[in-house]
């Protein structure tokens, strides 16, 4: 696959980079340009001359002042010079790529913020390193949920979690339970923010439960900071908090589970990881016996029955005996 897009440098105008090499070398050399006559210069438009100094001062640190006698530009100190930027055209590709896959996550509260960097980052390419989007766009997809829940309210409920876990202050929630089906008031000390499965969740000490609980971002009603302080617990690890979870769920106390799949079923089980406990026994008619160690047996049963019949739980009983029972209940629906 060819990278290189000849028809994408037909001229200054259209790459910012060459267009901040033309603006520093005006400036640099005391002409006192303005956005008039550069946009003339550069047969763009004086927006575009604008965004350019823009980036030129934020993310080069450009110390571009204007001059109001001499109706232009200069620098404030003139041993200034455009930092410059060597990419790889892997990198180039990686830069591109991600902004793509970010931009997936429509619900994300940074969205804006991640559109704006790749913007400047994309503005410093030099003209002789550029790639063919077109094609890559063509050729590469990215399949990512939406992010769960009301974009605006996720945005806003994100920064006053992650301002309260920078500056270990407690907030004050109202919070819908679903496993409850239930509205409650609480405080919560926040540790950390978590996305998983297409929604935001915040991890902290409930003062309401008195233990270390997570809850979903989209589930607070109100969500206030509040001026007390909370001292985090030093032995709190999220790996470690997540770690005996199949995903999500976490239970009392983490149990041993046995899981047999026949051999249509195992040639997908065999190809991930699905927990860190995981052991996988080969059986020589080709199924496979899945031994994990993990809390939150809900979270297991719905895993598990996703695999239809192709999937049976050996261990431990309870969790066998609740799936029959599920099973019983869905026939119900069908007789």
């Not at 910012?16 to 303005?34: C, D, G, L, S, V």
Request: net charge negative; charged share 25%; hydrophobic share 35%.
């Amino acid at each position: 696959m060819s990278l290189t897009n000849p028809e994408f440098r037909s001229g200054v105008g259209r790459n910012a980079f060459a267009r901040m090499q033309h603006i520093h070398a005006a400036i640099k050399a005391r002409t006192y340009p303005n956005v008039l006559r550069l946009a003339e210069e550069l047969e763009v438009s004086t927006r575009a001359v604008e965004r350019d100094l823009e980036t030129m001062r934020d993310f080069m640190g450009a110390p571009i002042v204007y001059s109001y006698s001499q109706k232009g530009y200069y620098y404030a100190d003139e041993n200034f010079s455009i930092p410059k930027i060597r990419m790889t055209e892997g990198e180039l590709v990686a830069v591109f790529l991600g902004k793509r896959l970010l931009a997936k996550y429509k619900g994300h509260p940074y969205e804006k913020e991640i559109r704006s960097a790749y913007t400047k980052i994309q503005a410093l390419f030099p003209e002789n390193e550029v790639i063919d989007y077109d094609e890559i766009e063509q050729t590469v997809t990215f399949a990512v949920e939406d992010t769960r829940g009301d974009g605006q309210k996720l945005l806003g409920n994100y920064q006053i979690l992650q301002g309260a876990i920078g500056a270990n202050r407690i907030v004050y929630a109202e919070y819908y339970s679903v496993s409850s089906d239930s509205h409650s008031k609480r405080h919560i000390s926040p540790y950390h923010l978590l996305f998983q499965q297409g929604a935001w969740y915040c991890i902290g000490f409930c003062h309401l439960r008195k233990e270390i609980r997570m809850f979903a971002m989209d589930r607070f009603y109100e969500l206030k900071l509040t001026d007390q302080n909370f001292k985090r617990d030093e032995n709190f690890n999220i790996e470690e908090y997540l770690g005996d979870s199949l995903n999500l769920e976490r239970g009392s106390e983490p149990r041993e589970v046995t899981i047999a799949f026949d051999k249509d079923a195992a040639r997908w089980v065999r190809e991930r990881r699905w927990h860190e406990s995981q052991k996988l026994d080969k059986q020589p008619d080709g199924s496979v016996i899945l031994h994990l160690t993990v809390s939150g047996l809900n979270e297991v049963k719905r895993w598990v029955m996703s695999f239809g019949s192709h999937a049976e739980v050996l261990a431990p009983a309870e969790l066998r005996q609740e799936i029959m029972e599920e099973i019983a209940a869905m026939l119900g629906n069908y007789s």
